[in-house]
DNA sequence: CTGAAAGCGCTAACAT
DNA sequence: ATGTTAGCGCTTTCAG
């Protein structure tokens, strides 16, 4: 096998400088119509490729924009999706655990997918990277060392790593965090949809006694859980502690059926969270929403082919995606672009687990 | 704004040579303790992120695959995913076309998920390339510079362009297409689902009369088409000719109601032109599978969720992502590692859509 | 319109 | 255990 060819190959065999290969690929424009087809013919039949790292050290940036995404499957390989029922068993696994899992999409392969079409839009490669658990720095890092600019989502790398970061490329993180100017953000109006929320709950339905269900360590969660708060508060209804989705959520909520302690309405943190929630009601024999009302948040697919389909929050998830590329790119291309942080709004979707019928 | 460090820059700050900061970051076994931690904190305080392209460029390979996507909205804007009636209006869009059309996964994207976590797993970062329509050569050897190997999905590439990339890295195809040796190929035994979904449709529901309905520009389409009319003519049936998935498939579909000429079952080539097609039946006031059977291909999730479900093949998506992951790490490590051609078992998923009655 | 040549930042022999 | 240094392949300024 001979070596990979070169510009130096090419040149040398089209009788012409480095330059003038270069040229060819790079500036066509610059070259004289003649010199570029030899030379374009010539690296066809050599082969030629090029060199992109190469290409990139020498211009100082890669064209390619990093999305540091994660995948809560690994983080948690025993829990599953709920999928209200419609989850089809018959949907043949091909055996490997996480297979079953992610047949829905759900809210980061939405953001991901406007983060990609307006990368290739703007004609902009992309790195999907992706880590179990918690990520060492060297993983981020080293990935950063790639791109032109990252877009994370948050409580996956560690703070002093971002700003390590942030130091070299721009970095967007994707949801709410708060603190801080060392990168942009671009989040969405958590309050105000907790607060429609609570307000259909509250003004259509009648509903006086609410439970918070919060997700695990997760950022938007308790930024939701602290907007439930304050609603409830306001409404001088009563405050009660929050429910957790967690391994302990059915015990919790058989205990409260018990004694009849269910609240009126489960506001949850996530369609995922709320998805599950409503399997352990309908295990439970707990009607939804006859029984109690229930919402999620995001508007993922999942949640509108459940039974009942969930009333939730709808996020701009490509939106999002897109937005985060469209800023890391102005940055990339212009340092003294500074962070930003955007908030997009949100959107009530009411459908059935809050009480309301079909259309 | 300073330039940005780099080993030079860390390696005088500590006063080490070059090779010290880059072993420490490559090889820390081969530093003394307090010299590592020495260059670590100052790398740290300077803000050292190292770049990769010169990393890459030094030596000679990437640590990246590529996956040579494609998007189908693109080629075909106009038209949607059906989704058997399950497609929820309520399920709020941004208002940018593709919202609407990719909210079920297809089976590029379970694919995809497949090639991700295996790189991940084997610690490769993965670029997803995609463009619309026409792929230009430039675009597609772009990507082949940055990776250490390329999967793509077939026809979206001049073969001419693939033969040139693959003289330079390995590169695999994701199904079929049949020729050459260029480069290794995974694909599924289209035969073996068909002759399945057809004996099941003759030996299990007595059905007679079939007819193809086949996806435009679409190689595994035309090999199953193949398949089936082998398979008709092994039993002895009449053939006819085969449908297609246009804009003239519903007026097609009506002539046949019309003139009482509809088949007992359609054979369709994947589980989107089943969806479309079911679509299509519906509002021509055609039950399924009452008055016609229909059958898909693939096992996406949205055939699994439409009204009424489909009877499919199911392809190992995500492992055949996988392996084509596998397979590139493997030759990209080893030039001498010959092409080769992977086919892997279906499985026949006995549904609704064919006549059998939900367990 | 084309050529010469100086980097881009890092790696990995090889030398010490 | 650490330092020296010659590339890696391409881009781009400056000359011609």
């Known amino acids: 096998m001979t070596r990979t060819p070169t510009v130096y190959d090419v040149a040398h065999a089209a009788g012409v400088s480095t330059a003038t290969v270069s040229y060819t690929f790079r500036n066509p424009s610059r070259v004289k119509e003649s010199t570029r087809e030899l030379v374009l013919d010539v690296a066809q039949r050599l082969g030629y ?31 599953r999706i709920p999928a209200g029922g419609v989850l089809p068993e018959s949907h043949e696994l091909t055996g490997e655990p996480y297979d079953e899992f992610r ?31 918690a990520v060492e720095d060297s993983a981020i890092s080293e990935l950063a060392g790639r791109v032109d600019g990252l877009a994370v989502f948050p409580r996956r790398v560690a703070r002093p790593t971002l700003q390590h970061i942030a130091r070299r490329i721009p970095v ?51 930024t939701r859980h602290l907007a439930f708060a304050a609603e409830i508060t306001r409404l001088g209804l009563v405050a009660l502690p929050a429910l957790r989705q967690s391994p302990k959520l059915a015990e919790e909520l058989a205990a409260l059926q018990g004694t009849g302690a269910l609240p009126d309405a489960l506001v949850c943190a996530s369609d995922q969270v709320a998805l599950e929630t409503l399997d352990i009601l309908h295990r439970l024999g707990i009607r939804v929403p006859g ?7 995001d508007g993922i697919l999942a ?50 687990s809050c009480g309301c019928t079909p259309a």
């Open 291 to 297: 029984d109690v009302a229930i919402t999620g948040f």
């Open 172 to 222: 967007v993180e994707l949801a709410s965090r708060g603190d801080t100017d060392t990168c942009s953000r671009i989040d969405i109006d958590n309050a105000d949809g907790v607060a429609q929320l609570i307000e259909h709950l509250h003004g259509k339905h009648g509903h006086r006694t609410f439970r918070f269900v919060a997700a695990d360590d997760n950022a938007d969660s308790d």
């Open 49 to 79: 490729v090029p060199n992109a790292s190469a290409r990139n050290l020498a211009r100082g940036r890669t064209g390619v924009l990093g999305l540091f995404a994660y995948d809560f499957l690994w983080d948690a390989p025993d829990r």
């Open 303 to 352: 949640g509108a082919t459940s039974q009942p389909r969930i009333t939730t929050v709808r996020q701009p998830m490509s939106e999002i995606g897109r937005l985060a590329a469209d800023l890391l790119i102005a940055r990339s291309a212009d340092a003294e672009i500074p962070n930003e942080t955007i908030v997009l709004a949100i959107r009530l979707l009411v459908r059935e």
């Open 103 to 133: 047949l829905f999409p759900v809210y980061l392969d939405e953001v991901q997918r406007g983060f990609e079409l307006e990368c290739w839009r703007r004609g902009f490669e992309i790195i999907i990277s992706g880590r179990q658990g």
